[in-house]
């Protein structure tokens, strides 16, 4: 598998872990060191992949089961060696995020190690 097709795999379990409600996703997409931060209403939200994994298995019913249609958008992947970055666009309880995603590859995996959020609307 190419790297751009490896990290759109893992861009794609992190979608699923929200879509659906899945702590484990999360924790399979993410580096155990890496961190969540950005802006919603209330300020800004800093999270590390513990928090974010229980955030997201809170949300109960999943977009899924509501039956919310799915929306990600994989708008860029810029790979350098050993590291990339990605922004992708998603709906996420009602709110359209613009999302930087930096990943590393370890031991032939790649792997989100932060993220970025913004929320659009």
Do not use: C
Not at 65 to 74: A, E, W
């Amino acid at each position: 598998m190419s790297d751009q097709a490896a990290i759109e795999s893992v861009i794609q379990v992190y979608f699923d872990s929200m879509f659906e409600s899945d702590g484990d996703k999360v924790r399979q997409a993410f580096h155990p060191n890496a961190k969540i931060t950005g802006y919603l209403q209330e300020g800004l939200q800093e999270m590390d992949v513990a928090a974010f994994a229980s955030f997201v298995e809170a949300q109960q019913p999943s977009a899924k089961d509501k039956g919310d249609s799915p929306i990600l958008d994989v708008i860029s992947i810029e790979i350098a060696g050993e590291t990339a970055v990605a922004r992708i666009r998603d709906v996420y309880l009602g709110l359209t995020f613009l999302d930087s995603l930096s990943f590393l590859k370890m031991n032939d995996s790649w792997t989100i190690y932060n993220k970025l959020f913004h929320v659009e609307t």
